[in-house]
Each structure stands twice: as structure tokens, then as C-alpha cells.
């Protein structure tokens, strides 16, 4: 097989080259290795909710999952600021932190929900009233619903 022919992994044929798509990549590695240095030097609570968006101009720009979160990172800010400039083999020479908000970029899991459940005395008086009603929608309702009592 000729070396034309052989295949070779896509991203070291792109890092060959010359031009764009190289330097994409290249800063793509760069800004993989400054977000993990970030993270060594946030707030713990932060780590979850905050990503380096970029470096420009003097500026550290963040990104936040919500308002609350780029509120609590701006909090943190002049420390991380004082951290980042302790760094400046990293990071170079950070003026300033900008902190945005962009939903939805990160995917929490969903919290699962709790299990409901009722009193055993609730469950006993819907029961109770599930038993006179006539058979019905109501009535398969109130006898699920009284199935959910605590003893289980």
C-alpha cells in the first residue's frame, strides 16, 4: 500500500498543514490546556458553571450557565484576577475578567425527581372515599393516589 493510499487520523493531516485549519487546531490545544489551568485556579463552586471563553486584549473572558453563577464568579473575580497574574506564564497579562452569560451550553444532567408520597392517615381517608364513589375515572384516581402512602 502505497503512503497516498494509507489512512492516516484526520486531525494529524490538518496539524501538517499550513494555514487555518493548523492554527484552529493548534489554538483549539492551547485554549484546552489554559481551560484546565482555570480551572486549578477558580473557586471550587465554580468549576461546574464557569468555562474560558477567551483571551483578548488583557481580558479573561468567562463564560456562565446563568446570572446567579456570573454573579457569584464576579464575586470571585479579584481573587481569581490576583491568581491569573501569579500565572502570567499562562495566561499572560490579564488586565481584566469579563464574565458572560450563555445558557444552555452546559449539559447538567436533569435532577431526578423525588418520590411523592402521602401520610398513611391521608391514604386511609382517600380510601375511604374512593370506596363510595362509583366506579369511574375519579375513582381509579383516588385509589392510585392512596396507593403512594409512606409504608411502602
Known sequence: MNSMNSPRQLYKFLSQRKGNIADL?????INQKLSK???NLLDPVLVDH???ANISDQSLILITDSAAWASR?????PLLLQKLNNNSHLFGDIKKIEIQVQAATFNHPAPQPLPRHIS???AKCIRATADI???GELKA???RLAKRDKKK
Not at 25 to 29: M, R, S
Not at 73 to 77: E, K, T
Request: glycine content about 0%; charged content about 20%; overall charge negative.
Open 120 to 122: 398513611e392517615s391521608a
Open 141 to 143: 384516581a383516588l385509589q
Open 133 to 135: 364513589i362509583e366506579e
Open 50 to 52: 464557569v468555562s474560558l
Open 25 to 29: 487546531i493548534t489554538q483549539a490545544k
Open 37 to 39: 489551568s482555570l480551572n
Open 73 to 77: 464568579a464576579r464575586y470571585f473575580s
